[in-house]
Each structure stands twice: as C-alpha cells, then as structure tokens.
C-alpha cells in the first residue's frame, strides 16, 4: 500500500465516526494503545521531541532502505497521535517520508479534534520523523 493509500483508508475509518468529537478522541486513545512497547532505554532527554506539550519519545531505524520508527508518550492521546503518523511513514524509503504530503490531517479535522497547543505538537512529531528520514537518506547516498 502506498502512503496515500493509508492515509485514505484513515479517511474513512474517521468518516464513521462522523462529527462525534468524544468518540473521535477515544479512537485516537485506542490507536495508542496498539503501538508497540518502547523500551525503558530509549526513553531518554535525547529521544524527546521538542515542541510538544506532552513528552513524546521518538526513534528511528533503518533496514534495507526502508525507515522504522518506535515512539510512546506519557499521554494516550499524544500517543495515538503518533501511531497514526506511524502508521503512514514506518517501514517507507526516506524518499518517501521526505516527499509525503500528510493530507489526511486535514481532511479528517484533526486541527479541530486537537486543539492548536496539540497542533503544534503533531506538526513537531512529523518534523522530527522527516528530520530522521533526511539523515538516513545522507547517510544512505554518502
């Protein structure tokens, strides 16, 4: 599946839950829950992402060309957040990553879900995920 294929099919999971704010947050919630435990080590200062208001850890790794990322957060939804760019960006080229347009954001109204201070947050979340996606691509092509 492309990356526009998954944000697509994150589309209309949310298009069922319609304009239902309280049981939109709680899907976001349950999202996090599915994310695969982080390691205690990998929580550290230097895996924090800055610029979001909850504590959110981020690493990445590469394998045969392809980025993977491992994140958790100290809060549910944060950590929903996450899962959800997790799923578009994990296991993609850095290409791919660099070049990804994050449509679904908008088009599922998650500005509106969130709140601007958890805005600012996901946008933090996708720099960082890019940052990590350009520098395995310089250290690909070095």
């Not at 294929?5 to 709680?26: A, K, M």
């Not at 590469?62 to 959800?84: F, M, P, V």
């Not at 760019?85 to 449509?103: F, H, M, N, T, Y």
Request: net charge negative; glycine share 8%.
């Amino acid at each position: 599946m492309s990356i526009q294929d998954i944000q697509n099919e994150i589309i209309n999971e949310f298009s069922i839950l319609g304009d239902d704010r309280e049981s939109t947050i709680y899907y976001i919630m349950e999202l996090g829950n599915k994310l695969p435990e982080m390691p205690d080590s990998h929580k550290s200062e230097e895996n924090i992402i800055k610029g979001c208001q909850s504590k959110v850890w981020l690493t990445a790794s590469e394998e045969n060309n392809k980025i993977n990322y491992l994140a958790d957060s100290n809060t549910d939804i944060t950590k929903g957040l996450i899962s959800l760019l997790i799923r578009v960006l994990s296991g993609r080229s850095p290409e791919e990553i660099i070049k990804a347009d994050l449509d679904f954001i908008g088009k599922i109204g998650m500005g509106n879900i969130i709140g601007s201070q958890r805005s600012n947050g996901l946008a933090a979340m996708i720099k960082q995920m890019k940052m990590y996606a350009i520098a395995y691509q310089a250290k690909l092509n070095a």
